[in-house]
């Protein structure tokens, strides 16, 4: 009883407001009706015939539910023809139909055909050119069966003429109440296999989830174990394998409409969080220093740079890391890091400007750690500078210091050692001036402390670095891992330097290459290396580019010969070192057996001097590993440098003999001058250190003097 008066309740109210709905809101089909040649609008209709008298009471209500048959009311508009009334009306009573049985009119077939499938029998065999959903969904709203018609026929007037004739039709039609309760079972019925089929679903995305979760744990776990080895690439590659499977199974989940999507979404999220550190722990490095490149250099440039992973306060190099090199006009080179982390780019023809090194981010499959690695670069400066002297040794001094911004500097107490042509032991004024220059450049160097060569050296300053060669003298076996006194290295160590900087030019072609190296003190070791070319036709014309000439430099005796006495010789700089006007030159000599010396200074004019024993020393005789100092603070005289300029050197010889005596005439300094040139001696002392019973050495040390 109850359910029959829900049927009346929605019958009523939607029979009523089909009924306003149609006569206010639906405009018949011939609401445009020719007059004359022309359309007219608007046109209205006034009754001029219907079927009855007054139309019917079930058309503003509709009749409640009678011997298990419910009512239906359909209403067409204004139609041109009454098969069109009489078609809309029935159409629009099937449309009530099923909302009545809360459906949507699209749904009639799929209903229909769970009602009444193919073995229900109730089609029909003889109908042809239909589908059988078709019938099915026929046999459904064939159930609507129209009860009792009314029509009005309905005159169009417009513009105050006759327009035409239209049909409006009502029709009052009847479905059996059981047709609702067949189609809720079968809501019902769907209901409890959906809500089956839904409850397996979530069992099996439930089980999905947790084995992603599992898998997902597992990824993490094991990148921050190779984050922690300083393996951040095979870390990235994990996160994105897991990144590819959460959206492998997001998109599987959407696709289906299934739950489970906001865990995925949450494991999504430890994900950028992972790989943001991983980025911000990635730095491409290049280098402390710019790069520098000669005005209108057209070869080949090697423009190094670094890659680094940043983890707990370590550096760790990365390998194998692609990184691009690029400028305005896009990519200029590309390479892969080496075991160093050190990426050397190659480039033809570079110019000055900003350039960018970065990642290749198309080096990592997935889209998003693409885009993060993108963001991993750095700014390289290449700034072009005058092939001038002065140029060139800011361009050199700049590069000698480059390398990665996170690894120390090579040497940061840095000593200025000699300049010299090519692997001569010979200055010029050009060398001279080039040292001035470098070392000018070399304060400005950050974190550079340029320690100024000492005018002199106390004998104890020499005695102690000696020791620090972790030998004496006395004990020496000679081997060339054993820097001599004279060296840049010891030099560096005598004055407190980490580090030498030596300097050689050389000609090639219109150029002069100058090369750079900073030479670690006591072991001698290169630690960094640098060039720079100057164009001659930028040298002054007049100052001295090559060294004065002195082809019959003499060379002193190998000191490997067996039971050679082993001299140290060298003034208060290297050996090979440029002195100027003005500046004075000190001379320190020690033996490693005791030993008579014999001190030979020529000058530049090849004047030969007898500079030790002299007048006040005695007879030259020598303790082993005892330094002394040429001249000495009780002599009478000094090195100062002035003209004659050129090459000079001092030689030292050594016997366990006392020299036989050398023919020569006294200055008033006490200092003798010989007759005979240095070679000539040097042939004499020499036979005599080849007698029998007698051990006998050699050493020198060449220098340049020049004007400025």
């Known amino acids: ?121 109730v089609l029909d065999p003889t109908i042809s050119g239909k589908s059988q959903s078709s019938q099915e969904t026929n046999e459904l709203v064939s159930r609507v069966k129209p009860k009792e018609w009314y029509f009005e026929k309905q005159q169009g007037v417009c513009r105050g003429q006759e327009s035409g004739v239209a049909y409006q039709y009502f029709v009052l039609a009847d479905v059996p109440v059981e047709e609702y309760e ?18 397996r679903e979530e069992e099996r995305i439930e089980k999905e989830i947790k084995d992603l979760a599992a898998s997902h744990q597992t990824a993490l776990l094991e990148a921050e174990a190779l984050l922690a080895k300083g393996d951040p690439m095979l870390a990235l590659a994990l996160l994105q394998a897991d990144w590819s499977r959460l959206y492998d199974a997001e998109r599987g989940l959407q696709a289906k409409g299934s739950g489970g999507l906001e865990q995925i979404h949450s494991m999504q999220r430890d994900i950028p969080i992972r790989v943001g550190r991983v980025q911000s722990a990635l730095l491409v490095d290049p280098g402390r220093t710019g790069i520098s490149i000669s005005e209108g250099e057209s070869g080949i440039i090697e423009i190094p740079a670094w890659v680094w992973y940043q983890q707990e306060g370590q550096v760790f190099p990365l390998s194998g890391i692609p990184l691009l090199l690029e400028g305005g006009e896009g990519l200029v080179a590309h390479g892969k890091s080496d075991s160093e982390g050190r990426v ?40 072009g500078y005058t092939p001038d002297m002065a140029g060139a040794a800011k361009a050199a001094t700049l590069q000698l210091f480059a390398g990665p911004s996170l690894k120390p500097l090579p040497a940061t107490h840095v000593v200025m050692g000699s300049v010299r042509y090519g692997e001569t032991r010979l200055g010029s004024e050009f060398g001279k001036r080039l040292e001035s220059l470098i070392e000018s450049e070399a304060v400005k160097v950050p974190q550079v402390v340029l320690i100024r060569r000492q005018a002199t050296r106390g004998l104890d300053a020499l005695a102690k670095a000696d020791k620090a060669r972790s030998i004496g003298m006395a004990d020496r076996q000679i081997t060339p891992q054993i820097m001599p006194m004279n060296s840049p290295a010891m030099q560096a160590e005598m004055d407190g330097a980490e580090a030498a900087l030596e300097a050689n030019f050389s000609l090639e072609g219109d150029a002069v290459v100058i090369s750079l190296k900073l030479v670690q003190s006591r072991t001698g070791r290169i630690v960094s ?173 060449v220098v340049t003097t020049v004007k400025e």
């Not at 067949?182 to 409850?199: F, G, P, S």
């Not at 570079?350 to 993108?374: C, H, K, W």
Request: charged share 20%.
């Open 1 to 121: 009883m109850q359910k029959k008066r829900l049927f009346k309740l929605i019958g009523g109210v939607m029979a009523a407001g089909a009924l306003f709905g149609c006569a206010g809101a639906r405009v018949p089909a011939a609401s445009t009706l020719s007059v004359g040649s022309a359309d007219c609008t608007p046109v209205t209709y006034h009754k001029i015939a219907a079927s009855a008298a007054s139309r019917p009471d079930w058309i503003l209500t509709v009749p409640p539910d009678k011997e298990g048959r419910h009512f239906l009311i359909g209403i067409s508009g204004y139609h041109a023809t009454e098969q069109e009334g009489r078609s809309e009306a029935i159409r629009y009573a099937r449309a009530e139909f099923a909302r009545y049985i809360g459906v949507q009119v699209a749904e009639l077939e799929e209903y229909a055909s769970a009602i009444y499938g193919k073995a229900s029998g």
């Open 344 to 383: 050397v780019f190659s480039v033809k023809g570079i110019i000055p400007g900003e350039y960018t090194i970065m990642i290749d981010p198309q080096a990592f499959p997935l889209v998003y750690v693409r885009d993060v690695m993108a963001k991993v670069g750095a700014t390289l400066s290449v700034s």
């Open 182 to 199: 067949k189609v809720q079972a079968e809501k019902e019925n769907r209901r409890i296999k959906k809500e089956a089929e839904l409850a």
């Open 529 to 701: 290396a640098s060039r720079a070319k100057i164009d001659r036709g930028l040298i002054p014309a007049d100052l001295q580019l090559l060294p004065p000439s002195r082809p019959d430099l003499l060379a002193p005796v190998s000191a490997d010969l067996p039971g050679a006495i082993h001299l140290e010789l060298t003034t208060q700089r290297a050996d090979g070192s440029t002195f100027a006007a003005g500046e004075k030159m000190e001379y320190y000599l020690s033996t490693n057996r005791d030993a008579y010396l014999l001190l030979l200074y020529e000058d530049a004019a090849r004047h030969l001097i007898q500079l030790y024993p002299n007048d006040r020393s005695g007879n030259g005789f020598q303790k082993a590993d005892d330094y002394i100092k040429i001249p000495n603070e009780a002599a009478s005289y000094d090195f100062t440098v002035m003209s004659p300029f050129g090459v000079e050197q001092v030689f030292a010889f050594a016997a366990t003999s006392p020299f036989p005596i050398l023919s020569s005439r006294e200055l008033a300094s006490g200092l003798k001058v010989l007759e005979q040139s240095l070679p000539e001696v040097a042939a004499k002392l020499r036979a005599y250190g080849r007698q029998p019973g007698v051990a006998y050495g050699e050493a020198n040390v």
